[in-house]
């Protein structure tokens, strides 16, 4: 199955997104963002095998929990972190490289 192209329903899943972020705000969650829920919501839909209709994805935003969305954040959160401290990590080590290099 060739993969689903989820950007061309963003503009018409707008309402949903923006009182999905509405209710997180109303939760005591105020950092809550259009985007991130997007990328919360088609995360999960990209791991379906059928093809996913429409109404799917605006249930699938609906019903998203502040639990869910928080532990995609803390996730990706974890990533990028290790990521950048494995980066800083490498160039430590060619800096540190380089200076033995032009020691000796």
């Given at each position: 199955m060739c993969e689903q192209q989820f950007e061309v329903w963003k503009s018409d899943a707008e309402p949903a997104l923006?009182?999905?972020?509405?209710?997180?705000?109303?939760?005591?969650?105020?950092?809550?963002d259009k985007d991130e829920?997007?990328?919360?919501v088609i995360e999960k839909l990209k791991k379906k095998k059928d093809y996913v209709r429409f109404h799917v994805?605006?249930?699938?935003?609906l019903t998203l929990r502040l639990s869910e969305y928080m532990n995609r954040l803390t996730i990706s959160?974890?990533?990028e972190?290790?990521?950048?401290n494995l980066n800083n990590l490498m160039n430590e080590i060619e800096n540190h490289n380089s200076n033995k290099r032009h020691l000796t």
């Open positions: 923006r009182s999905k972020v509405e209710e997180f705000q109303l939760m005591g969650y105020n950092h809550a829920v997007w990328k919360c994805l605006i249930n699938s935003i959160a974890y990533k972190s290790r990521t950048s």
